[in-house]
């Protein structure tokens, strides 16, 4: 498939809309100017554009913890109780695995089963098999935004629901998903199917709507050099902009080391912001997020909550807008509403200690932004230099070369060459740079600073086992 950063025309746009209309009884009821007046009238202010522009005005940082069950009323009820009891700022519906494969007939025979069985059967809220109706009574149980969730390469249909139920955000990113959930899926099919919500979001915006968008960088669940997430960030924001997405929220898979990731998220935002503007796209709002650890999580709970509250303290110093919560739960299955309600707290107290404070400058802080800086401008470079410009054939091209890649993927198109491990400090070096455009400047940089850890093992590559496996440092 041939793609390209243009905007979808209105053939293109509706062609695919029809196909989602298609997939399923529910998904008749989807027509766009009724969304955008419900977004409009019902939704009104309650949305993430809104809640962004408000915690930058007063310094606050917003807490969006991650639910998702089989039932309206399940739902419903664990929003009200995470709001309520948990003092979420934002709320999730998070979207089963049926639902991100298409696979509607299952999910909806696994919400009879739920409603059966008095307990969910899915492992998110499946807005397709509840519809509009069911979609809009999870939405205006809540005082606070809702917005869906879902990591796939293919969004369309139950982002297309969840936004007409109400969701005033989705979470979406042609490249983390595609690389990290999705085995066989190319990349340029992954950008079109991006595409395609990128421009159902700008749309309603030009109806008068406010729905925004927000980009996870990785999803992977294992340690990842900054400069990787700081390139997908700024090609997230571009290849959305053009779409007419105008509210955007960029998140950043914290390493939980302290320095490296203040760093990281200090060069996401300034490169996402310049590359914004100097694409001419001077009006978006972009708001930044941190996502606390995505890899694996101790099953003892005060471990868990203390590494919460570690990356909490981090999102402060690192003066994100959002922090993407995890549970008390996370290292023993799917979180309870009292493993999420734990897990919000902790955050919240946290966050509410180290308020107000900085963390100090220093030349190692300072070092490492220069760095960052360095590896994602070489990379931006070899991107755009291979789409002549355009950053979704850039990008294509940049995975198929090996150009650009990411740690540990488990779709086929990735080339898999390089190797990341931690130093001694607990920051995230390569230890094998693959085919990245990298100097040897750089390469000589990372290696000494990998070269005390190095000297503790006979074969280096036990230190890429090690830790991918780590729970904990």
């Known amino acids: 498939m041939n793609v390209s950063n243009q905007r979808w025309d209105d053939r293109q746009f509706d062609q695919e809309f029809e196909r989602i209309r298609n997939l399923w009884p529910a998904f008749r009821e989807l027509d766009l100017a009724e969304m955008a007046e419900y977004h409009r009238n019902v939704v009104g202010g309650r949305t993430f554009a809104a809640a962004y522009r408000r915690a930058r005005k007063e310094g606050a940082i917003l807490l969006q913890p991650r639910f998702g069950v089989a039932t309206v009323e399940a739902q419903a009820e664990g929003m009200r109780i995470l709001e309520k009891e948990g003092g979420a700022d934002l709320l999730t519906m998070s979207s089963d695995t049926y639902s991100r494969r298409e696979e509607f007939a299952k999910a909806d025979e696994a919400v009879k089963l739920s409603y059966a069985n008095g307990r969910s ?9 509840h519809g509009l109706k069911g979609t809009r009574r999870v939405t205006e149980a809540t005082d606070v935004p809702v917005g869906g969730r879902g990591a796939t390469g293919a969004p369309q249909a139950y982002n297309a629901m969840m936004l007409a139920g109400g969701a005033t955000e989705f979470n979406g990113s042609a490249l983390a998903f595609v690389m990290n959930v999705e085995a066989r899926m190319k990349v340029p099919v992954a950008i079109h ?4 919500i990128d421009r159902m979001i700008g749309k309603l915006t030009e109806m008068g709507a406010q729905p925004a968008k927000e980009s996870s960088t990785i999803v992977s669940g294992t340690i990842v050099p900054p400069a990787i997430a700081v390139v997908c960030g700024v090609v997230e924001v571009l290849l959305a902009a053009v779409q007419g997405v105008k509210y955007h929220c960029v998140a950043y898979p914290v390493n939980s080391s302290v320095i490296q990731d203040i760093a990281a998220c200090r060069v996401m935002r300034e490169f996402c912001d310049r590359y914004a503007r100097e694409a001419g796209f001077n009006d978006l709002e972009i708001a930044y997020a941190i996502h606390q650890w995505l890899g694996p999580f101790p099953e003892d709970k005060s471990r868990a909550l203390a590494r919460i509250a570690f990356d909490s303290v981090t999102a402060v110093y690192a003066q994100v807008d959002k922090i993407l919560v995890k549970s008390s739960e996370e290292g023993q299955g799917t979180p309870t509403n009292q493993g999420n309600m734990e897990g919000l707290r902790t955050t919240r107290q946290a966050v509410d200690l ?5 963390f100090p400058d220093s030349a190692e802080l300072q070092e490492e932004c220069a760095q960052i800086r360095k590896e994602s401008s070489a990379i931006l470079d070899a991107v755009f230099e291979l789409g002549k410009g355009d950053v979704a054939q850039g990008v294509s091209r940049a995975i198929e070369s090996g150009v650009y890649e990411f740690p540990y993927s488990v779709n086929a198109s990735n080339r898999g060459k390089m190797l990341v491990c931690r ?4 920051a995230v070096r390569y230890l094998d740079t693959g085919n990245l455009p990298l100097d040897e400047a750089t ?5 000494e600073r990998l070269s005390s850890r190095l000297q503790t093992v006979e074969d280096e590559y036990l230190l890429v086992i090690e830790d991918i496996r780590a729970a904990v440092r």
Do not use: E, V
């Open 121 to 129: 059967m899915l492992n998110g809220f499946p807005a397709a098999i």
């Open 193 to 196: 199917n991006t595409q395609f």
């Open 354 to 358: 180290a308020r107000g404070q900085s």
């Open 423 to 426: 130093d001694g400090s607990g």
């Open 443 to 447: 390469k000589r940089w990372h290696r």
